[in-house]
């Protein structure tokens, strides 16, 4: 399969591109973003773009097999217009151009745990909101809500914040997956979950932490 990475530089995003290119089911990785995500491989290219603005880019989203959508922001400090423009426009923006350019693909989404378009909180407003204006699109559709991520092989976030999060939890998750295991996975099981989804769907469109470990 040969699929498009958005996010490749963030937490998640590293951990779904170590898993596609070692995975013999993908044969190509097209990484778009902003900035370099400094790996070299014979399976992956890179593009870089402003992803607010799709025009140029198009004549290089054609003919992939699906969609690792792994890019996104913390709503915290942020407003919600601005939350809003990168979750919903950013992501709706892309979804929208591959659903005309490569109708029934797949596209993996990467939501979060309590997403809800009628929440009260913003953050799970706006990626319920998301999470609905992808579901109707004409892709095949999956949502992941992974809840608590473990990054493993070295993978770091961009936010220093969950970066000291995950020091300090680090030693103490083999004890919080035996306790907590079906709320929490790690960033090897939600890429290979997602070239599973890739290959053959999943019982249902939106996916939580076990679902994810399951597949
Ligand atoms: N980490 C978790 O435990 C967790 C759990 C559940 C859900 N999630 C969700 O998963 C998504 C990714 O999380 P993460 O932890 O991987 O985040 P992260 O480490 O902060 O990485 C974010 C990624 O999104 C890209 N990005 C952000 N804004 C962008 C913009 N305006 N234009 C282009 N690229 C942009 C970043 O690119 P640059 O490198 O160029 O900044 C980076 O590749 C988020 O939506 C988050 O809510 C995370």
Known sequence: MRVILFGATGMIGRGVLRECLLDDRISAVLAVGRSPTGVTHAKLREVRHDLLDLSGLEGELGGYDACFFCLGVSSAGMREEDYRRV???????????????????????????GADAHGRAMWARVKGETEVALLVLPLKGFMFRPGYIQPMYGVTSRTRLYRAVYVVTRPMFPMLRRLFGGAMTTTEQVGKA??????????????????????
């Not at 979750?87 to 979060?112: C, H, I, K, M, N």
């Not at 053959?200 to 679902?211: N, S, T, V, W, Y």
């Open 194 to 215: 997602m070239i599973t989804v890739a290959e053959r769907g999943a019982p249902k469109r939106i996916l939580g932490p076990a679902d994810i470990n399951s597949l």
């Open 87 to 113: 979750t919903f426009d950013l992501t709706l923006s892309v979804a929208r151009t591959l659903a005309r350019l490569s109708p029934g693909s797949t596209f993996v989404y990467v939501s979060g745990a």
